[in-house]
């Protein structure tokens, strides 16, 4: 099973501060990646997959980067309903979440 | 609009099988190129990934879980279902379902999820 890491756990930003989320692999899955970001009480939504496209409707502000074991998740500039929890998913083999990174108010 | 709607019980025996229906609405599930998937989320393990089936029927799961589980389709409802048996606390969970889809070889991740349902295991 491929494992997936993301840091850092928690990431404290100001609203219109740019936020930068890392992803992990413990093995090469190419460019098979998904980000999805979780409010509370909500089920998780798509933000980009293929590691850099993003989903029907996500706002510019969100970009994803990387390839082979390394991803990024960016939010150029924070708004207040971005304040969330954001996973990393693989689709290379079988699929795999990573833990979670929350983004919260600084 | 797309819509998918969790049913089954909130509450199961140790040992017993979890039943789990998803409605779709808005969608036929033998389309290409979708498929459907199982999600389960807890404290402990995080989001976890239970299994997907293809429109064509052709269903792959967790190696984790593949032992307990069997994903099937029911297109005459519209519907896909999950059965996970040997039930224990270690399963207690909020499940979700959710679509995906995979076009020319591009797996484009779950764009639709249902709204969850909460699963506790317990005698």
């Known amino acids: 099973e491929i494992v997936m890491t993301q840091s850092p756990a928690t990431l404290s930003v100001s609203p219109g501060e740019r936020a930068t989320l890392s992803c992990r692999a413990d093995?090469?899955?190419?460019?098979?990646l998904a980000w999805y970001q979780q409010k509370p009480g909500q089920a998780p939504r798509l933000l980009i997959y293929?590691?850099?496209t993003r989903a029907t409707g996500i706002p510019a502000r969100f970009s994803g980067s990387g390839s082979g074991t390394e991803f990024t998740l960016t939010i150029s500039s924070l708004q207040s309903e971005d304040f969330a929890v954001y996973y990393c998913?693989?689709?290379?083999?079988?699929?795999?979440f990573g833990p979670g990174t929350k983004v919260d108010v600084k | 609009q797309l819509q998918l709607q969790e049913s089954g019980p909130g509450l199961v025996r140790p040992s017993e099988t979890l039943p789990l229906i998803c409605t779709v609405s808005?969608?036929?599930?033998?389309?290409?190129?979708?498929?459907w998937g199982w999600i389960r989320q807890s404290p402990e393990k995080g989001l976890e990934w239970i299994g997907v089936?293809?429109?064509?029927?052709?269903?792959y799961y967790s190696p984790s879980l593949k032992s307990r589980v069997i994903i099937s389709l029911d297109t005459s409802k519209n519907q896909f279902s999950l059965k996970l048996n040997s039930m224990t606390a270690a399963d207690t969970a909020v499940y979700y379902c959710?679509?995906?889809?995979?076009?020319?070889?591009?797996?484009?991740?779950?764009?639709?999820w249902g709204q969850g349902t909460m699963v506790t295991v317990s005698s």
């Open positions: 959710a679509r995906g889809s995979k076009q020319q070889g591009v797996d484009n991740g779950f764009d639709f």
């Open positions: 808005g969608a036929s599930i033998n389309t290409s190129p979708y498929y």
């Open positions: 089936i293809y429109y064509s029927g052709d269903a």
């Open positions: 093995q090469s899955i190419s460019s098979n």
């Open positions: 293929g590691a850099s």
């Open positions: 998913q693989q689709y290379n083999t079988w699929r795999t």
